[in-house]
């Protein structure tokens, strides 16, 4: 069981996205549990201000620290050891390792900020970390939130239907998966490969492997470098440097 609380100015962004399918299930069944907040709550004076212009000019407004402050703190006062998460562009880049270990927590308490971001003092003295979702700037935090507690929860046991479906995804193993096909058999001419449906098990998983290799090969080499490569995966990749550009995707 995870607990997410949420921290931000649109909190009915997240009504309906997280309350579909597998995260939908994930809550019913008390695998994963999502609070939002709505910071307004913690704005200050009458008009509950949450945000003002930024010292030393320049356009935009910037997030106050008092109200964030203080939603922070008010979430974290029955569970002191939550981990708090700013959401930013200017965080450490979410893969598959940070997911994991994201998914070590019981609580997490992530922090979605808006315009210009959040005042700086905030960063310092109340957050634990920072994350970014990738090398672009989004209007807000929120859809950073729940990709991040989408991607969390699927490592949440029993969230996927069945226990394996995680392990086999992309990137689990430092590899691309391999390509999925159902029917029918033959599509406008495109067929699946025969290998597939032979209902030999082996060739499948050695088939399986391979496409994964060559789809990573392809794509992304970068990962390769990390993946733990059978002697088998590295004379499939010598084999295809050499064939080169006229290296189809799929056998
Ligand atoms: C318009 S952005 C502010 C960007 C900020 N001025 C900068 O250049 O770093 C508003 C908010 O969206 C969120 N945000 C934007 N891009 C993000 C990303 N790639 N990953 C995570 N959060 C992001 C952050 O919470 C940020 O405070």
Known sequence: ?????????????????????????????????IVVHDIRDFGLGRHRIVDDTPFGGGGGMVMKPEPLVRAIE????????????????????LDTDHVRRLAEYRHLVLVCGRYEGIDERVRGGFVDEEISIGDYVLTGGELAAMVLIDTVSRQIHGVLGHENAAHEDSFSEGLLEYPHYTKPRDFRGLRVP???????????????????????WLRRPDLLRRADLSREDLTAIAEWEQEGASCRETA
């Open 1 to 33: 069981m995870i607990r997410f609380d949420v921290l931000t100015l649109f909190p009915r962004m997240f009504d309906d996205p997280l309350n579909e399918s597998v995260l939908k299930r994930a809550q019913e069944q008390k695998r994963i549990e």
């Open 74 to 93: 008010s979430v974290k006062k029955p569970y002191p050891s939550a981990r708090v998460v700013l959401l930013t562009p200017q965080g450490a880049p």
């Open 194 to 216: 025969e290998v597939l449906m032979s209902g030999n098990h082996e060739e499948i998983k050695r088939w399986r492997r391979k496409e994964s290799i060559r789809r990573t």
